[in-house]
């Protein structure tokens, strides 16, 4: 019987115009160039446009051009699938917003909460749905607008520095042509660190997984548990993205080897075969750790962090997208996209190009 697999068909992406550098933000934050470009690589990343760019609009820019590149319509696709972490409404989610940004049927909209890994979430999400047969062309997206939600003042200084905002979009499809598409994939996670990079306020955990019932109501104040921001969390400025850096740092390394050799290893394949990986843009320092553990070359690791800072989903998408157009990826290639990060979540898919 012929193996249906999972293809991606056509890619895009969009980048909001505004460039934003190190120095810019050495204006409103101790901060600097050195540091910044010596820890993380990062010299400039992209802010979105006030009025203009959301994690949806943006999203849906990228889906324009993949769906051109794919060479099918709009109303080809059949199912959406949108990774973001700072989606436009808390709910409803950002894929059905891409459904009306884009005319589209009412075809389902399926939105992933995965982070950095949302992007290889909802590729192998999709990948089930392909290889069952269910449907033809699913759009899977990742968009980010970090900008809207930082803390530009010196406290908040280790995340923001990092982050970017950016759309990224692919066209999967079934292929059955011989050993080509997703090979492989592997999707982990480990709740124990969910806040060791978290924006958690505010949320209706109401302090219990934190244990600070102090930025919420006492129980008379407010009998009900509350999504809202207090004047407590107004006061600490306890409603920004937190990360302990160095724990992550420490885990993304070990992670990254490990779901790239696994899904290398599913598939009957070594490090020594890899044509190219496209890691998640967490850090240019991790990525060039993750190099030298599997002993990659420059050629077989590509890297836009410089230019975008992290843009969490859209990381993937964006870096694929790019190397694919710079002729980095080429037809017959094996190719490896990996991700780590909030969750912990983290993951990898294998595609034979
Ligand atoms: O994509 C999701 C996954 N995220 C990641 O993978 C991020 C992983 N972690 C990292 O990339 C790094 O931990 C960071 C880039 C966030 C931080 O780099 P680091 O080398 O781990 O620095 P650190 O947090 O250990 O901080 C070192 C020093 C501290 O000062 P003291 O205590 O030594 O005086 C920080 O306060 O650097 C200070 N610092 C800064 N200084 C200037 C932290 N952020 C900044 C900053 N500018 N932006």
Not at 281 to 294: D, P, S
Request: glycine content about 10%; aromatic content about 10%.
């Amino acid at each position: 019987m012929t193996q249906i697999r999972t293809k991606i068909a056509g890619m895009g992406y969009y980048l909001p115009k505004n460039v934003v550098t190190n120095d810019d933000l050495a204006k409103v934050m101790e901060t600097s160039d050195e540091w910044i470009k010596e820890r993380t690589g990062i010299e400039e990343r992209r802010y979105v446009t006030r009025f203009k760019d959301t994690p949806a609009t943006m999203g849906a820019e990228a889906a324009k051009i993949a769906i051109e590149r794919a060479g099918i319509t709009k109303d080809d696709v059949d199912l959406i699938i949108f990774a973001t972490l700072s989606a436009d409404y808390f709910f409803p989610g950002g894929g059905v917003l891409v459904q009306r940004e884009l005319g589209m049927g009412t075809i389902p909209a399926l939105d992933v909460r995965n982070q950095c890994s949302g992007f290889i979430y909802s590729m192998t999400i999709a990948d089930q749905f392909i290889r069952t047969g269910t449907y033809k062309n699913i759009l899977v997206i990742g968009s980010e607008s970090h900008s809207a939600g930082l803390d530009f003042s010196t406290r908040g200084r280790n995340v923001t520095v990092i982050f970017g905002d950016g759309a990224g979009a692919a066209i999967v499809q079934p292929t059955t042509e011989e050993g080509k598409g997703l090979l492989a994939s592997n999707i982990h996670s480990d709740g124990r660190y969910a806040e060791k990079l978290a924006f958690m306020n505010p949320g209706s955990h109401s302090g219990v997984f934190t244990k600070d019932f102090s930025m919420y109501p006492t129980e008379e104040e407010e009998p009900y548990a509350s999504l809202m921001i207090t004047p407590k969390m107004m006061e600490t400025g306890n409603y920004y993205p937190n990360m302990d850096g160095p724990f992550v740092f420490k885990n993304a390394v070990r992670r990254f080897p490990e779901t790239i050799m696994e899904s290398l290893t599913t598939a009957g394949y070594t490090i020594k075969d890899l044509d190219m990986l496209i890691p998640h843009q967490a850090n240019l320092r991790i990525a060039q750790f993750v190099q030298k553990t599997l002993q990659l070359t420059d050629d077989q690791v590509y890297n836009n962090i410089q230019k975008y800072g992290n843009t969490t989903a859209a990381s993937i998408p964006i870096a694929l997208c790019e190397a694919w157009e710079q002729g980095k990826i080429k037809d017959g290639d094996l190719v490896c996209l990996a991700a780590f990060g909030s969750g912990f979540t983290w993951g990898s898919a294998l595609f034979r190009w």
